[in-house]
């Protein structure tokens, strides 16, 4: 684990969809930070696995499961808590349709996660944060909230609901010493996407990962510990400035529409 300034210090984290990827590149940049996490994930064993590789590298870190839109197993997970300083709203799933072709079922499936999930978390952990007289909740929208991509009608949805969520709550409890912001990703290597690779284009994962990467403007995708990095900022009290804002970082994507 690399050592950072210590901005996080004597705070307690808790980062959803941690067990990889994105989320796995937040609670190791918080741990290294300082800060205490919590691994949430939908599968336990991922989670432990990144806990005690933290653990190991002599952070702080304990390992949750819960699927994030069941509302009383979020409910108990942020009841267990020692203490919330920090929420990361990180866990999602991707979806690939347009709005005839996205069956009900799978709408109601993405919605569940991504939209509910969040508003499971919120509902469960401002109140836990609101206990220490002020935290911060960051939200892992996209630029999918801002800007139309082709063939990801409900998963664009869910981003939107996200980056309006983060508005709502920066507003709410700005006075209460609670800050709220987002960040919107473009495409980042994560193991997902390789996972997607493999399942839809065998046999010319390379091909395609490198279609992928040219099609942002800096000519590859993004890594996770890059994300990380951005909300370990807006996490710390460096940022104490900032709240209500949506942050791209999207290797220029933006750029092009």
Known sequence: MTA??????????????AGSGIGRALVERFAAE?????????????AEAVASAIREQGGRAEA???????????????????????????????????ATSTQPADFDRVY????????????????????????????????????????????????????SMTLSVARDYVAQGIRCNCICPARVHTPFVDGFLARTYPGREAEMFAKLAAAQPVGRMGEPAEIAALAAFLCSPEASFITGSAYDIDGGTTLLR
């Open 4 to 17: 950072f300034a210590p901005r996080l210090a004597s705070k307690h984290a808790l980062v959803t969809g």
């Open 34 to 46: 300082g800060a205490s996490v919590t691994v949430l994930d939908f599968g336990r064993e991922a």
């Open 64 to 98: 949750a499961a819960c699927d994030v839109s069941d509302a009383e197993a979020v409910r108990a997970v942020f009841a267990a808590l020692p203490r919330l300083d920090i929420l990361v709203n990180n866990a999602g799933i991707a979806h690939i349709g347009t």
């Open 112 to 163: 569940a996660v991504n939209v509910k999930g969040v508003y499971h978390c919120l509902h469960f952990g401002l109140p836990r944060l609101l206990e220490q007289k002020g935290g911060v909740v960051l939200n892992v929208a996209s630029i999918a909230s801002k800007v139309g991509l082709p063939d990801r009608f409900a998963y664009s949805m869910t981003k939107g609901a996200v980056l």
